[in-house]
């Protein structure tokens, strides 16, 4: 993202709001998903986080069903997850605690009945 003022070019650092889940068999080996953290929200700003689980997934074996919860609690979600082919969104509202690390817990279920589970770290921006 690129924002100009009175002639200055600011490059503004590049955001991470999506994360890639690992395949199954990366999982068994150790491997995290990436990049392993969301970067910090503004606790005055309204985000659109997304769990990608297209390496996750098995072919033609979509979402059938997703839920993302937060602990802790504090932290306000606009409303139940999205589920859009294989990445699953969840909104978080203006709030949450300055300086604290909360986490993003993404659990689906495929077509297949097979489940999947991560939680992502989301830290609040410090005031």
Partial sequence: TMWIEGGNTVLLPKVARTVVIPSAEEE??????????????????????????????????????????????????????????LQVQVTCLPSGTPGIVYGLRCSVTYQSNRKGNWTIPLPIQAL
């Fill in 28 to 85: 068994a080996m150790g491997a995290m998903p990436d990049p392993p953290a969301f970067d910090p929200m503004d606790p005055s700003d309204e985000e659109t986080f997304t769990f990608d689980w297209s390496q996750h997934a098995n072919p033609g074996d979509p979402i059938a069903s997703a839920t993302v919860s937060v602990t802790p609690s504090d932290l306000m979600l606009a409303g139940p997850a999205g589920v859009n082919g």
